[in-house]
């Protein structure tokens, strides 16, 4: 087996210094040196010990991230959000435990549990709530929320989502529309009342808010969720004219709901969703989308907890702007994909 010691002797320097190159370590080496430890590496296939190097650091260059996605890991935005996060921790020298909590606060709290007690450097929370109890027992430790509200001692990351919900009915207002149903998911999640917050503010300036509480249905977070709540929505003696759904996989749920009661999208129901999806771009007519900056989101975050992990960087917030991107499923042009 190739040991360190054989890499400083083909380098021509000495252990130590293979040790600070490898590990980054505290004391400054001579880029010629480097490239030569570099190079032996390479030469010799070393591989360093992963649980001798988690002992010197006392870091398991792990980090977990839990996600809150209801649909089982099917999600657009989180399946998006995970694989931007992974890679930034990849090319940091980290590796990543996933968890999805489905929803549930118990399991949520277990996957916490659980991530802890393998000594997980650091915790990404992706629309997960943390108990009082549990926030107090990570202080210390460092952790970014996403989309949720957090505690001082967290890093919280979000979209502007009440803008967002407000963009987008405003939008449906644009072209006409003035009963203007919202597809939600449950009210009780941050992000989801946040949209509704915007999408009243929108009904209320366009002097249609009389019926809104007629207008909303709640289910889950989920294409078939999109699909039942719509179908709840466009059977109702005087149906919505138009639809916002929380997500986008509620909004293509949607689109199919009105088809199946013989709706065409735009030109008897419009229909616009919230995430900014890849998938949005393929559906017929295309759907117009809030679109989040989903792969900015999760390299600030990861880098955020790199940070913190590293070098005790102080908590921050971040809030992101969204935009509105236009496609058919509203009555606008359609793009075409063809290149």
Not at 8 to 34: C, D, F, M, Q, W
Not at 146 to 169: N, W
Not at 196 to 212: F, P
């Amino acid at each position: 087996m190739v040991t360190r010691n054989d890499v400083a002797r083909l380098a021509g320097t000495s252990p130590a210094v293979v040790s600070y190159v490898i590990n980054n370590g505290p004391k400054p080496v001579s880029e010629a040196a480097r490239q030569r430890v570099l190079a032996a590496v390479e030469q010799l296939g070393y591989r360093p010990n992963a649980v001798a190097r988690s002992l010197r650091s006392r870091r398991t260059w792990t980090i977990g991230v839990i996600a809150s996605d209801s649909a089982g890991g099917t999600s657009p935005f989180f399946g998006q959000f995970t694989r931007a996060c992974e890679e930034v921790a990849w090319q940091r020298g980290y590796s990543v435990l996933l968890g999805n909590s489905a929803e549930d606060p118990e399991r949520a709290e277990g996957y916490v549990r659980r991530f802890m007690e393998r000594r997980v450097d650091g915790l990404v929370l992706m629309r997960v709530p943390v108990s009082v109890e549990r926030a107090a027992e990570l202080r210390g430790v460092p952790v970014v929320t996403i989309d949720h509200e957090a505690p001082a001692h967290f890093s919280r990351l979000a979209v502007d989502d009440e803008e967002g919900g407000y963009q987008a009915t405003r939008h449906l207002i644009a072209h006409g529309h003035r009963r203007i149903g919202y597809v939600a998911g449950p009210l009780g999640v941050t992000p989801v009342g946040l949209r509704a917050d915007g999408w009243r503010r929108a009904l209320h300036e366009a002097g249609a808010q009389a019926d809104a509480d007629a207008l909303v249905a709640e289910g889950e977070l989920s294409l078939e969720g999109g699909y039942d709540t719509a179908l709840r929505l466009l059977s109702r003696p005087e149906r919505p004219t138009a639809l916002f759904a929380s997500t986008d996989d509620q909004a293509i749920g949607a689109m199919r709901a009105a088809a199946d009661l013989g709706l065409r999208v735009p030109d008897d129901v419009a229909v616009a969703g919230f995430d900014g999806a890849r998938e949005a771009a393929y559906t017929v007519p295309g759907l117009t989308t809030i679109s989040q900056p989903i792969d900015e989101m999760a390299r600030h975050a990861t880098e955020t907890l790199v940070g913190a992990i590293e070098e005790a960087a102080e908590p921050v917030t971040k809030i992101f702007s969204a935009s509105l991107v236009t496609r058919g499923s509203c009555g606008c042009p359609e793009p075409h994909l063809i290149r």
